[in-house]
C-alpha cells in the first residue's frame, strides 16, 4: 500500500512575485500545505548574522521580507483547501497580543487553514534592533505561546508572568480551528523540548534521512516516548520509494523543493505530484 504523505510547498525558495502562482497551483494540484518565511528586519551590520554552523551570514539585508501572517491572508482568498503555515515566525519578537491576534486573523479569514511555525529565532541583530533582548527569547517564547493559546480559547484572559503582564482582556474572534496547531521549530536541545511538550509538533531544518535522525531520537526521549509529528523540509528526495521511509521514521509532512529555479515551480511542481501522487 503506497504511503500517505502530506506534501508542503515553501514559498521562501523562490522569488516573491512566484509566490501566488505558485501557491495557487499548489492548491489545485493537491499538496497540502504552503509555508511563508518571517524576519522582522535585517541590520546592515553583519556581525550577528552568522547562521549556526557556518562561517557566512545567513542574511541579504536587501533582500524584501514580508509579514507573513498578512501575506498569507492574501493567498487564503486565491486558494480553496491548502493550509498556510510559517516557518517560522518570530512569536515572541512582538507582544502576544500581536501575533494571537494575527494568527487567529488567518485562521478566520481561511475559514481554520492556518498552522503557527514558531522559532526562537538565532540572528541577534534583529531582536537588537527591536529592543527585546536576545538571551531571554526562549523563555520569552515559552511565555507567549501559554499566553496566546489562553486567548484563542478562553472568554476574558488576565496575566502576570516574567515578560509580560496585563489585565484582564477580551480577545475576539477565536480561530476557527479548536486547537490552531502551533508547531515549533528549531534543532536545539530547547527547541526539541518545546515541540514536545509546549507545542503540536516540531518542523525541522533541511535534512536527510540519515541527518534527521538524531534530532528525532532526542524528540523521542524528551516526549517520554510519546509520538509527536513532524514536518520536515526534505529537499533531495530520491524517488517516492524514498517516502515510506520518511514515513517509518515518524515523519508526518514533507516540504519538498522539486524546482531549481523560481520560473520552473510550477512545472516541477506539477511533475511532482504526478510522480509522487499528490492529490
Do not use: N
Request: aromatic fraction near 10%; proline fraction near 7%.
Amino acid at each position: 500500500m503506497a504511503v500517505k504523505m502530506k506534501y508542503g510547498v515553501p514559498l521562501g525558495l523562490l522569488h516573491p512575485a512566484a509566490w501566488k502562482d505558485v501557491a495557487v497551483a499548489a492548491d489545485e494540484l493537491g499538496f497540502e500545505s504552503v509555508w511563508a518565511p518571517e524576519h522582522l528586519v535585517f541590520t546592515t551590520d553583519l556581525s550577528t548574522a552568522t547562521y549556526p554552523g557556518t562561517s557566512d551570514p545567513g542574511i541579504r539585508p536587501a533582500t524584501p521580507i514580508f509579514d507573513a501572517p498578512a501575506f498569507l491572508c492574501w493567498l487564503a482568498g486565491l486558494t480553496r483547501r491548502i493550509r498556510l503555515g510559517t516557518a517560522v515566525h518570530l512569536f515572541a519578537l512582538r507582544h502576544p497580543f500581536v501575533s494571537a491576534r494575527a494568527f487567529a486573523t488567518l485562521d478566520v479569514i481561511s475559514t481554520g487553514r492556518a498552522i503557527c511555525g514558531v522559532g526562537a529565532g538565532w540572528y541577534r541583530g534583529e531582536w537588537d534592533a527591536a529592543g527585546v533582548p536576545f538571551e531571554t527569547r526562549g523563555a520569552r517564547l515559552d511565555e507567549a505561546l501559554r499566553i496566546a493559546r489562553r486567548l484563542w480559547s478562553e472568554p476574558v484572559v488576565e496575566h502576570s508572568g516574567e515578560f509580560y503582564r496585563f489585565p484582564e482582556v477580551a480577545f475576539e474572534p477565536k480561530p476557527v480551528q479548536h486547537r490552531l496547531p502551533v508547531l515549533a521549530g528549531g534543532e536545539s536541545r530547547a527547541a526539541l523540548r518545546r515541540a514536545a511538550t509546549l507545542c503540536d509538533g516540531w518542523i525541522s531544518m533541511p535534512h536527510t534521512l540519515e541527518s534527521i535522525r538524531p534530532q528525532l531520537e532526542v524528540l523521542s526521549e524528551l516526549s517520554g516516548g510519546r509520538r509527536v509529528p513532524v514536518t520536515a523540509h526534505a529537499y533531495d528526495l530520491a524517488s517516492p520509494g524514498e517516502v515510506g521511509e520518511w514515513a517509518a521514521l515518524g515523519v508526518d509532512r514533507l516540504i519538498v523543493r522539486p524546482w531549481k529555479r523560481s520560473r520552473d515551480a510550477v512545472d516541477g511542481l506539477s511533475a511532482f505530484a504526478r510522480e509522487y501522487g499528490v492529490s
